[in-house]
């Protein structure tokens, strides 16, 4: 969805389509951006969970070429995703707070989806045990509404 970010009483940044809370600041990053990822099951639209991107302050020039940029242009456009993946001078966190409660697994085969398809085709070794490794770091028998996953990356 590409509407407008509203804010809590608290000054948290609101996801548009779930209302899931992000404060501004997460661990000394800044809130660069929230999004929800929505399965589709048969025809059936489901909310899982609300996704908040924190950039380093300090990493945040690295972004300068997307910062005027509309929702829809960055959604037509991988070049910014592809700076956020491979940018290893970029300090980021990925927190996920879960909108629906699904199993551990549920959450691991789509995780493990969602990067396999971002992944080359031909991996090397250290890729290919980092990758094997992240379905089963859902080994919780549910993760409930309201839990929080956080991906971090630092130099």
Request: charged share 25%; hydrophobic share 45%.
């Amino acid at each position: 969805s590409s509407a407008a970010v509203s804010f809590d009483k608290s000054g948290n940044a609101l996801e548009p389509a779930s209302s899931t809370p992000y404060p501004l600041v997460f661990q000394g990053s800044e809130l660069a951006g929230v999004a929800i990822r929505v399965k589709k099951i048969a025809f059936v639209s489901i909310q899982v969970y609300a996704v908040g991107l924190y950039v380093d302050p300090k990493s945040l020039g690295e972004l300068k070429a997307w910062k005027a940029k509309s929702h829809s242009d960055l959604a037509r456009d991988a070049s910014l995703f592809q700076a956020l993946l491979k940018d290893n001078k970029l300090t980021m966190a990925l927190r996920l707070v879960m909108v629906r409660t699904v199993t551990g697994e549920q959450m691991g085969t789509a995780i493990s989806e969602a990067v396999e398809a971002r992944l080359p085709k031909s991996r090397d070794a250290d890729c290919e045990k980092a990758f094997a490794g992240l379905k089963s770091m859902f080994s919780a028998p549910s993760l409930k509404t309201g839990t929080e996953i956080v991906f971090k990356r630092s130099h």
